[in-house]
């Protein structure tokens, strides 16, 4: 009954490949995010959904694509890996609101990524 | 540049003191304010909402907003050892029709019994 589920929870790649990151949240939100969290720990969000509309583009390389089936599904594809992609991504959800407050944001386990 | 501050720490309490986590924020609009426990190695968990000016109290935590000052701060009573990690701030900017949530570098809070 796990909230927020990512997979994979570990990715060693190399440089130059591609990979992919799913994520899946039982609930009920309507908006999803990716979050990147390198080495220093700072945590940064990088793309928000709303019922699988992209509302939230933080100028990330268009390596990266996010992608939401359903409103109850985010993954995160990238292209072309590189060393300084190595972080933790991390997906979130919660339920949005449009008045300018805004509701918990619920995060899943993270996906440790390596690019060797 | 929307920004949250906080002091990276190491906070280094005493067991069974209080632990004063602090935190500033640059857009005088927020009104959203959270925070997050994280353990090495796990994912954030949340400790606190604040959404008004004010004192928020729940068991050992208590979250402090005065929005005037631009400032929100947690308390952590009866400090303990499992108390021990890094502690993040996170405000909630409104832009454009869409809330962002920007966290601040962390606190790392070591408990020593």
């Known amino acids: 009954d796990t909230a927020v589920s990512q997979t994979p929870k570990y990715l060693v790649t190399q440089m130059g490949n591609d990979k992919s990151i799913k994520c899946e949240q039982n609930l009920g939100h309507d908006t999803m995010y990716w979050y990147k969290q390198d080495s220093k720990k700072f945590l940064k969000i990088m793309f928000s959904?709303?019922?699988?509309?992209?509302?939230i583009n933080e100028t990330v390389p268009n390596r990266f694509s996010p992608k939401s089936p359903d409103k109850a599904h985010l993954n995160l594809h990238i292209n072309s890996l590189e060393l300084g992609d190595s972080a933790v991504y991390f997906c979130?959800?919660?339920?949005?609101?449009?008045?300018?407050?805004?509701?918990?944001?619920?995060f899943g386990p993270g996906t440790r990524l390596t690019v060797l | 540049q929307k920004e949250v501050e906080q002091n990276s720490g190491p906070l280094s309490v005493p067991e069974g003191a209080i632990a004063s986590l602090n935190c500033t924020y640059s857009?005088?609009?927020?009104?959203?304010f959270f925070w997050y426990r994280q353990y090495s190695g796990k994912s954030p968990e949340l400790i606190m909402s604040i959404y008004s000016n004010g004192d928020k109290e729940d068991g050992r935590f208590t979250a402090q907003l005065n929005k005037a000052s631009q400032y929100v701060s947690l308390l952590i009573r009866d400090s303990q050892p499992s108390d021990s990690a890094t502690y993040l701030c996170?405000?909630?900017?409104?832009?454009?029709?869409?809330?962002?949530?920007?966290f601040g570098a962390g606190t790392r809070l070591a408990v020593h019994p």
């Open positions: 979130a959800s919660s339920q949005e609101w449009s008045s300018g407050r805004s509701d918990t944001q619920y």
């Open positions: 959904y709303n019922n699988k509309e992209l509302i």
């Open positions: 996170a405000v909630n900017f409104f832009s454009g029709g869409y809330n962002k949530l920007i």
């Open positions: 857009d005088r609009g927020s009104q959203s």
